[in-house]
């Protein structure tokens, strides 16, 4: 990793000399860089003339490389460094862990990081568990997701063709990867079909997220199943909030009795909660992934309730056809000075009958399964 690192202070070097000013005979450039933050400053020595600083280049990604190369090969998190360049080609490099750093967000300050490897405790993994069984019920998930399909079909003047089913084995083997069996609810769905993609073309069924086959629901619960990390500036002062309703939804950013079955493609994902918080029932959904990392919301008591919630839709006239594809509208919702939110409003193509309110993403009525 040194000659990575050499290799980038030379390139920088290159550009240096490049701009530098006539008769110059030395550069310096003092720089701070790790994950997500990089400071730098510096410029030419002249002689007989003042200090001339660096003007229109930026360092940014180079200077990330360059810490990269030097936290590969070291183990710092954030990199201190001074270099400096003669005309010569000659450098001369100082690297050294930089514990001290400007604190960001509220108020200015500065922050001490001793140990990088240390994580914030989340407060999710200390909760009491849950203790009422599952509201899901295999047979009545079925059922309504034949209904459901059904209602799609008569919508769209055709049946919709989904993939063939998962086999009782590739469920026992992805249960075994996953160390939790699925919800019995959810795992019936994956015996009428693996997901809802046929090649690159997915239905997106479950509230506009694409249905994920069973092998991506292995792959997305081990990316996902701990705490995202973006590094010490920016989650020195992370808090993660509670779910609505209150103490059903461990408060973490993420928990290895997740289980994302349906993706926004966008990091964030619909999932069964196998290890819910106090007031939660296993089997529940929650929505989780990259914009939920500080707050994990609770969608439904169960991907049956999630079903029945989408039949009621397509009762109420909730929906948008749009290029052969049907849609749940997205809620339009206000955010006041305060941080505050006004009352979602449907969007529904002829308006809706419904009380809409926000449920993870989710718009829809209120009904005896939301509360």
């Avoid at 701009?19 to 720089?31: F, Q, V």
């Avoid at 055709?158 to 075994?176: G, N």
């Avoid at 056809?321 to 809620?331: K, M, Q, T, Y």
């Avoid at 939110?341 to 002829?350: K, L, M, V």
């Amino acid at each position: 990793m040194i000659e990575v690192a050499e290799q980038v202070v030379r390139r920088i070097g290159t550009e240096v000399a490049r701009r530098a000013p006539e008769g110059w005979t030395e550069a310096m450039l003092n720089c701070v860089a790790g994950v997500g933050v990089s400071s730098r400053s510096g410029g030419y020595t002249v002689a007989g003339e003042p200090w001339q600083p660096f003007v229109r280049y930026d360092f940014y990604p180079e200077l990330l490389n360059l810490a990269e190369a030097i936290r590969a090969s070291r183990g710092w998190e954030h990199a201190g460094m001074e270099v400096r360049w003669r005309p010569t080609g000659e450098f001369d490099l100082v690297a050294f862990p930089d514990a001290v750093t400007n604190a960001h967000g509220y108020g200015a300050g500065f922050q001490v990081v001793l140990d990088h490897d240390y994580r914030l405790p989340q407060p999710g993994f200390r909760q009491e568990p849950g203790t009422a069984g599952p509201a899901g019920d295999p047979y009545l998930a079925v059922a309504r997701f034949h209904a459901y399909m059904e209602r799609r079909a008569s919508i769209l003047g055709q049946p919709e063709q989904l993939p063939p089913p998962a086999s009782a084995t590739a469920l026992d083997e992805a249960e075994r990867r996953l160390v939790t069996p699925l919800p019995a609810d959810l795992r019936a769905l994956y015996l009428i079909a693996d997901g809802d993609g046929n090649g690159y073309e997915n239905l997106h069924l479950f509230g506009n997220n694409l249905w994920l086959s069973l092998e991506g629901l292995v792959a997305s619960q081990a990316e996902w199943s701990e705490p995202l990390w973006f590094g010490w500036d920016l989650e020195w002062d992370a808090v993660v909030f509670d779910a609505d309703p209150a103490d059903t939804v461990r408060r973490c950013g993420g928990h290895p009795g997740w289980l994302p079955f349906a993706s926004g493609q966008d990091g964030n994902f619909l999932a069964v909660d196998t290890a819910p918080a106090c007031k939660g029932r296993p089997g529940q959904v929650i929505q989780m992934g990259r914009d939920y990392d500080h707050s994990p919301e609770y969608v439904a008591d169960s991907v049956t309730s999630l079903l029945g919630h989408y039949l009621d839709l397509l009762e109420e006239g909730a929906y948008e056809v749009r290029d052969g594809s049907l849609l749940f509208p997205e809620p339009e919702v206000d955010f006041d000075c305060n941080g505050g939110t006004a009352q979602p409003r449907c969007r529904a193509s002829g308006g809706c009958r419904c009380q809409f309110r926000r449920r993870a993403g989710l718009v829809g009525p209120t009904r005896p399964w939301q509360r």
